[in-house]
């Protein structure tokens, strides 16, 4: 409920349009519905003018078909993360529209593509076992009308690769990077640009990366100022935050 | 060394008027100084249009004097942080213009004032504690160009102080957001907002907040999709980070 | 043995009825009886006046049958926890009455359905993935006696879900809230009620979550003073507790 | 503002008594007030029904001393906690009706002494180091108008001493346990009553006690289910919850 | 190579009955032989006065037959652990006289049966899951010609099923316990004899318990002085140890 | 109360002379003593045959003196561990006898010196940095009645040092082996003795030494099976083990 | 680009030969190809002098057989790690001269077998279960051109099998040294020669072992000065590393 | 002992001229001496080709005086790590020849200057604050004979700064690499050269660096091949090792 639709309630009650109690019920009551296993809140998209999102992870098929299929009514773009391949088959034969992306398990449904952004946001990765998060980003910050530009296996050991993309990386308005291992990209990135850097840390690695907390540390520990951090494998957030910075 | 500056030494190669050894001991000449034992390096205030920042922990009074008065011959605004009160002391006798903030141990010579941000930057803190980190990032946000609006002690579990803010937070351009113990304050701000929110841990906090370690985990595993996270008690990185969010 | 029945046998002592080996014998005599794999306990349920409750995991089918059985001899009202669905179905052939719940995996024998609470408990979850704990916990404390209102999918990025219920939320006795990721739920309806926040972290979540590791830390760091926490997933312990404190 | 005072609210503006503007200003007005440094919370005290409470530590003498003032002019009873000796000294020169107790740091303003209880709180801890935290939790249970029962070093590795007491426990309404070292007391407790237990673990100990974090880590995976955990060293917070358990 | 054999050697060089390049040979000669992937050494057997052990896990059925047949020709007594079914199966009809214990994984070839302790060695453990370590523990404990006494399911929250077996307890030489979850039996079992106690935390457990290691902190900052401990789900090494305690 | 006197007592109440009222309160009488802030357990010494032991940390030198004085009155030895030196000065200014040992804290009171073991304890030490838990092994087993033989700086990466002790190693009872930094040294004596060895992990070291976490995993993990694990630092309760060992 | 080319490309510029567009262009043009998913970077051999390596965890067989064809057109010898059964048939069906290693995953195309070391290397396994990671990092020794020893078996506990080599180690140019559970053997291995070791924790072990943590801390802790360390199982580096040492 | 001189003590005892039991003594008798708190390892110079190495910390300036002496008698070269000032004048009072280096610690008696190594070694550090850990590693690197070129201050944040110095790199035979809060620059180095990149973590920085444990992962997870990491703060260790890479 918006101040203006606050003062037109009040205005109404002030009339006598609507009584007391009814003004009471309607305050109380905010737009969002119930499914019974979820309840879906139409008012987060209206808030942040955003698609909806969909995390399928621990979902059963139905219950993600269930929710899109809600969502879809009420907003152009929605897009669903971490289906794996069987949720990802229902949900494309049952929903009309819908891009599956396999390594990152994101299903995208991308209907109003008008551009949104002032710029563009990179989209970097490490190696080539970071493509699946760096995926995540790109699908997200797509469907939210921005411009994206992945670079690919620049990581910090091959420091020439990445000096080859040093032009392209000064016009990004933001942009995001994907490491796992040492973490060590987004520092490197970081100090070569003046934009905000997203670091997303991957569980990619071995023996004492520990799933990703290696990277994760190095990275909220950047000596680089322009360099913040969101969860391990958290390609969507990253690619989410890029779009509200890249926004006019 | 800019493509155009390559391209008109590779000119002045071309016409003969800088011989092939002096071209490439201008390209290998970077504009960076050694003052022994630290390397200023003025390029990086160009690169990113911000202002200077030393960081004083670990440096004695006369390094950080040193690297200042170095620094303010080419940049109007310089930072430093972590600065005791020792250190505040001979700076502040030292160099003129300085202006010592003791809760976070920032001084600022602010000599360039125009403001260069899209919107304005709120700085909320948690609890009355976490008030340090806080000043920490507003220093840093102000002496970069951007008007800042603090918002202290709205911790979470007194959630009706927080709904206050609501009509001020959401005309932010973005948010920073210090808490210790839980940490639980970035989710609540995030999902009442559409703007970027940069989370920052504190060390505010007993027992099993292990140091920041509690909040750390729990911004980075934060249910708001909107929401990045810094170092425990880096309020400088968040307010730098701000500052380029809102940047035009 | 009360100190009554202590007592009387001492007068039996002294009487001459029973000579001194034998009142030794029975002292030593405690009321739990031997199947071998594990002493089952009929006096714990006399002590805390509640239903005997079986944690199936790494138990097989027939030791849970086994165990189930003899208990159902003495007690009106038995739990089992953590059955799989093999073993719930061995149960529900073998045993009368048992009724499974499959995503908590708790199967229960409800004879004794006389209200024994004060008031009434609500428990919460924060997203639909925390449902499984938290059904956990609702059957728990029906078996015990006590009305339960559900609350699911109030995760504190949309906090005015949580407001919706608001007035619903400060008439229970005690509340149990299941949260995972960062846990900040309870602090949140902490701050909003005066009766018990019993926490429960569930290990949903991904990367720095830790298996509920951060859930778990954000709890136990709340600023709301009157939640308490219990190990991750552990909706059984929650639902039991809050039996307790609802006891008249 | 609670429901009714949003229909008399209503009520007026229907009446024409209050204008729109002012009655959304007065919706947003919610009863804190701002002393500068922090929002103390009127509002809270009600909600609760409970003495308002002052985190000294990390605060100046002054800041405890003006947000102490400012809270008893609206609450009959205030408590301190963490308070330094030279915090105490200045509280109590300055406030009337101050006690101090050193080894927690709890300082106490006790007017209204009404019991409020059903029945007593039992106070245990393993040993004479854990004191202090069982200190906190009883100044705590008493100012909230709790009878309390304190018993001191039955820790579990002289289980007869425990055993002494086994009856006067049967008999109390809520347990709270303070245990460092491997933080066993809590379960033997549990499995001895039918009342639940709050487990405190205190950082005693040394070695792979890490603070505290061995007690805390036993105490969350008790064998009892009737144990709920608290953060390290918290006495504050058991006491808190002790004492709306024991409410009638 | 003893002083004795030295010294035999030595006079054997000087009597000119050995050449010293083939004495430098011998006295380079150590007891073990070479089957290509496993030095296997039966001085150890020698030198402890112990039965050969094979540790089954990461090694095919046909290494442990290989070596397992090797030790048989100069121990009496081999014992087998972590072995899988399948290698059981293997071992068992390859190899004559072999016993096999499936919930531990032990195989017991048990051919010089003449007792060697002292006393007895009471095996305990916490709960029925914990059974698996204990049997490990016991197997080992016989096959080195132990008299064993074990004690199933006596956790701490249920005190007075281990008060049945005290005076049991009392009289052994050694006592091994082993507990999963807070792991406190061990403290509780030290408190009430007078003998080494050797603790064996198990995995047991979820959630916090972190794979055992919140039983393992417990153990080690256990409050009786008459605990030591070994790795987590270690049964062999508690076995192990407590024969060498009860050797004459 | 031992089986002998409960049947005493119980005769005595057939035969009259004792009514049922004073047997039920004798039974619940237990031989400790208060004295306000500790409990006095005499019946520990005899239960253990061992020497009192006061654990001086935390508390003042008058806590220390009161408990002590009391101990001294039923047991020949006492051992006061971890005093610093004021504490240190008062015991053995109000309290005749007392030995004190500033490496490790120690303070020992030891009238009763004959010998009660079995055969010698060695107690090692890795480096010259570990000699003060080493101290507190050796004190602690002497004043329980053995012979000691201390071996210090036979690190691991000075192999042969430790070979010239072989011989008399493998003539000790029981090792007691103090290490910090890696903790290698149990592993390498246990594969030279076949007594039990008991490792005391040390705080000495720096960096990934974490405290002495690392000797603490190390020795956990030992590969010799001879070898248990006591707290970080506890010097006192592997002398004490040891003792037990080497008893008759 | 090299100086020299560099050199000769600003000459070109200086003589009319080459344009400036085209010299800007050459000079960021740097000897990397695209092959879609994975820049191959041919460069790096030339660099390193080294074979070029395939890390084939997370890759499809069809990406590794495309980047390990396109490199053996440049490369004399290719090394392929952590490849399983499925992708090592793929290779050796598609490409000639593979040689797989199934222990521990290695494929190996060795074709310049010129010797190219000093002296030899030793890589030694403390046991049966660690052949595996020293496998991995004698086939990467010996393929960039060294002769190797392998030693195999040869833990702390059992100190004279270690013995027995002290010779052929003290001839060793560098040691790779492979152990899990303590991690001791580095230490001891250091302390007996003065050549530099390069430890190897491998994951083998349980329990307190984490998965390679407890070696991995031993070994950072080594008490032996000639220790450095790589990651857990990372038995390329380790030979890397030592191919490096080894070179004149 | 070497071969030799057991292949010349054996034909004495062949030829009578030492008698058995004296050759027996001999070869027991290792080349230590005993100060009382440590053994001084003559053998170690002699075996390692070395400098003696004295680690001050926990030691008594009377201890490291008396330590060093012994060793001045036997080595030209003496290195002391960790000395405090007042250790540091003690010793250079005492003792001549001493050169104090306050920011390590370290003091170094240099008397043989012969330059013993291939080529040279660089030592780097990321930022001011890591210079003392840097500084350890030179003074190790020269007092054993080699040529050390320091660079400071080259973070990877500022990459440029590095690049200067690249050709420098790249004729190093080993480089050292000190750094903390990320600790990303072993990486980048090591992508740059073909030699042994020697990893040191700083416990420089703050909040998630955990006293050096971010670096230290960082480190370890290295995607260049060429990294080997010792212990946190360690210079002298990889200062030494580097040393024994330079080795002919």
Known sequence: MTPDQLRSLLEEVRAGAVDVESAMGRMRH????????????????????????????RKTPEQVIAITRQLLENSPNVLITRADRDCATAVCQQLVGGEYFPMSGAIRFWRDRVPKGRGFIAVLCAGTSDIAVAEEAQVTAEVMGNEV????????????????????????????????????????????????????????????????????????????????VVNIDNGFGAGYVASLINRP
Chains 1, 2, 3, 4, 5, 6, 7, 8 share one sequence.
Do not use: W
Request: overall charge neutral.
């Open 149 to 228: 530009t992945p670079i690919h296996d620049v990581g910090v050991a091959g420091f020439h690769r990445l000096m080859h993309y040093r032009e392209r990386l000064t016009e990004a308005r933001v942009i995001v990077v994907c490491a796992g291992m040492e973490g060590a990209l987004p520092s490197a990135v970081g100090g070569m640009v003046s934009c905000p850097v997203i670091a997303v840390p991957t569980s990619v690695g071995y023996g004492a990366s520990f799933h990703g907390l290696a990277a994760l540390l190095g990275m909220l520990n950047s000596c680089a100022s322009n360099v913040t």
């Open 30 to 57: 905010l737009p969002f519905e119930d499914l019974g296993f979820a309840k879906i809140d139409h008012h987060r998209a209206l808030r942040h003018g955003m698609p909806e999102v969909v995390f399928a992870q």
